[in-house]
């Protein structure tokens, strides 16, 4: 069982890199990291997802260490509106569902 | 968006009562999904959907049961509902074989 460690908390300034760390030492070769953030009210929105390399899209940049044990996405010019819960999920194979923990609640911050 | 939408979006309910809530999809994807969120639980998936007629239990199925007789809806059944089911139920769509899930608006169900 592929479990994440995020810290609960973090606050980022307005305009600048907002770095969202995530540990998940125990996942497996063919297991994918996925982030997920939740606004308030809102349902989980889906950001961006890697397996080994890095990936950017139009949202985020994910950066995976070699050893694959740890993440962290990057949203380069964080605004008030990125304020929300962030999910890293390592799912499982032959898991049909992604395992939401606590998250990481990112406050950005005029 | 995927184009989910959910309803109601709100419901108030009493104890022992029959809720059905309802998923539904425009694109034609084959698997959707119901989750609940409660505070200090995270969303925990309730059941599954991977086509017409096809569905799985998910990790907090008892009390629920679904339904999906049609691509584009699918439908949680409360058979009689008590006051451990208040909680804000969302849908979710996943997209092709990468697992990325799009989610719906959510409904929040209270049961008195």
């Known amino acids: 069982d592929a479990k994440t460690t995020q810290p609960p908390s973090m606050d980022c300034a307005e305009g600048r890199a907002a770095n969202l760390p995530c540990n998940h030492s125990t996942i497996s070769g063919n297991e994918y990291v996925y982030w997920y953030r939740q606004i308030h009210s809102q349902g989980p929105q889906y950001i961006i997802h890697g397996l080994k390399n890095n990936e950017t899209n139009e949202m985020a940049s994910l950066i995976i260490t070699e050893d694959r044990k740890s993440s962290t996405l990057i949203l380069p010019h964080a605004t008030l509106r990125d304020t929300a819960v962030y999910y890293c999920i390592v799912r499982e194979e032959g898991n049909n569902d992604m395992r939401f923990g606590a998250g990481t609640r990112l406050t950005v911050k005029p | 968006d995927a184009g989910i939408t959910q309803s109601p979006r709100h419901k108030v309910t009493e104890t022992g009562t029959p809720v059905t809530l309802r998923c539904h999809q425009t694109e034609n994807h084959r698997y959707m999904y119901w989750y609940r969120q409660d505070p200090g639980h995270g969303l925990r998936l309730i059941h599954y959907s991977y086509g017409v007629k096809d569905t799985d239990k998910g990790e907090v199925s008892d009390g629920y049961s679904v339904s999906r007789s049609k691509t584009e809806d699918f439908l949680l059944t409360l058979e009689s509902a008590t006051s451990s089911q208040t909680s804000v139920y969302f849908c979710?769509?996943?997209?092709?074989?990468?697992?990325?899930?799009?989610f719906g608006p959510g409904t929040r169900l209270t049961v008195t």
């Open positions: 979710a769509i996943r997209l092709g074989l990468a697992y990325e899930q799009y």
